[in-house]
C-alpha cells in the first residue's frame, strides 16, 4: 500500500513557475514508477509527466515537453515535477499516482493516487 500527498500548488501569472510535490508513505516507494497528471474542468484526466523507479528514463506530454520537469528523491519518498513557462492552460488539479509495471501515460497503468493539489495560472 501506497499513500500519496501533493502539495506546492497554487495561483501564479502566465510566464511564471510552480514546483510540485508528492510526498509517498511506504517503504517501497523506490520500487515504483512515479506519474504526473492533470485534470481541467470540463476535461478528462490527461498525462503531463513519469519517471522511473530509479529516476533513469522520464517522458512528457508534448504540451509540456521542454517547460516541466519530473524528478524523484527515494531517499525522502518523494517525487517533484518543476513547472516553468506556466500557461493560462496549464490551469488543473493535478495528481500524483504510483505503478508498480510502468511509466507509461495511461491512468489505468497506475496503482495508486493522490487526492491532487489545485494549479492556477492566471493570464
Known amino acids: 500500500q501506497v499513500q500519496l500527498v501533493e502539495s506546492g500548488g497554487g495561483l501564479v501569472q502566465a510566464g511564471g513557475s510552480l514546483i510540485l510535490s508528492c510526498a509517498a508513505s511506504?517503504?517501497?516507494?523506490?520500487?515504483?514508477?512515479m506519474g504526473w497528471f492533470r485534470q481541467a474542468p470540463g476535461k478528462e484526466r490527461e498525462f503531463v509527466a513519469a519517471?522511473?523507479?530509479?529516476?533513469?528514463?522520464?517522458s512528457y506530454a508534448d504540451s509540456v515537453k521542454g517547460r516541466f520537469t519530473i524528478s524523484r528523491d527515494n531517499a525522502k519518498n518523494t517525487v517533484y515535477l518543476q513547472m516553468n513557462s506556466l500557461k493560462p492552460e496549464d490551469t488543473a488539479v493535478y495528481y500524483c499516482?504510483?505503478?508498480?509495471?510502468?511509466?507509461?501515460?495511461?491512468?489505468?497503468?497506475?496503482?495508486?493516487w493522490g487526492q491532487g493539489t489545485q494549479v492556477t495560472v492566471s493570464s
Open positions: 499516482a504510483a505503478s508498480y509495471l510502468s511509466h507509461g501515460a495511461r491512468s489505468l497503468e497506475y496503482d495508486y
Open positions: 511506504g517503504r517501497t516507494f523506490s520500487s515504483y514508477a
Open positions: 519517471i522511473t523507479w530509479n529516476g533513469g528514463s522520464t
